[in-house]
């Protein structure tokens, strides 16, 4: 008697109806969106955006069983234009034989280039096809944009803790697909766990379940999962972080503004979520560094030194030592007195240099080396500022002769900025 092939639990459970499809509210409830299509029995071409396991690919499968359409599933990892010429083929005959509407589903779009992407889109102008994609990466960056133009965009969010220990109990209880047939049970701080381990993702949470049924242990008579069990299986288990994807520059964005919106104790939840998902802590590090010139600058100095302190502390001890000298330069530049006016007048003043084409620098303040040089005016006129009072030669021009002087740096009225500032207005007051 041949054996059924092996399946793993989260195949099994997968959802065959909305009825058991968990989480995406915004897209499936009454009303909604995605809803209306698969209710509608109607299609059209559509980009699934989300992280993995949201069910971008059992939402695809939906649609076209809906629709009652054919349903071809490529992967753009292993497949190429050969395939997907492969699928057109079919669909045509299909649709030239019954009318039967073809849906090509291709998983992880993101991985085909932009020509790859080209050999199907005039299928999918003409009818031959409707295009599922789907992809953990932002489409505005990775799809071609003639593809991004005739294909509606839905984004899928993680799933809630809640709905992920729904999915444990429905698998628990399911004697069919699931494991209800092995009488297995599990503890609440036990599901809770494996629901927080498994981040919102709906395959994790099944995988990590399948395993930890595996370990149960009996308790009262019953094969029951621990909390101890779970946090076994669940160990080393992953935040979402994609050092190359738009999670990276999502996560990089937050620490920046929260340490630029003076809040030390965002900024070190978002280093702590960056360093846990795998991050270089050299690459925040350097971003410390750029920090403290864009966005306390002159209000605090010392930022600029403690945040090169900080690179060169974790360059001498590693991971996880160098890692707290890190955290202590991102701390002190959240709390640190703010400005941006450097930042503000380097940009300002590179603008007209860029603009303003060569200016020759004043006679007056340029180097008179040689008696030829003299002798052409070079230096004439130029006081030097240690002889005048207070050791300011109030008047002295700098800016070329053919460009008005521009006042590019403004000071803030917070931190060492306040005293630069009144410095500065006694100086451009000519005092």
Known sequence: MSREPYRP??????????AEFTGQAHLLAPGKPLRRLVEGQTLHSMLLWGPPGTGKTTLARLVAQSAHAEFHALSAVLAGVKDIREVVERAKAARAAQGTPTVLFLDEVHRFNRAQQDTFLPFVED?????????TENPSFEVNSALLSRARTYVLKPLGAADLEGLIDRALADAERGLGASGVGIEPAARALLGRAADGDARRVLNFLEVAADLATPVDGRPTITEAIAAEVAAGG????????????DQMSVLHKAVRGSDPDAALYWLCRMLDGGCDPLYVARRAIRMASEDVGNADPRALALALEATEAYERLGSPEGELAIAQAIVYLAVAPKSNAVYTAFGAAREDAQALGTLDVPLAVRNAPTRLMKELGYGQGYRYDHDEPGAHAAGQRYFPDGMAPKTYYDPVPRGLEIKIREALARRRGGG
């Open 9 to 18: 639990l989260a195949d099994r459970m997968r959802p065959r109806s909305l």
């Open 238 to 249: 992953h935040r979402r972080f994609d050092k190359r994807g738009e999670q990276f520059y």
């Open 127 to 135: 009818g031959t096809l409707v295009f599922v994609g789907a992809t």
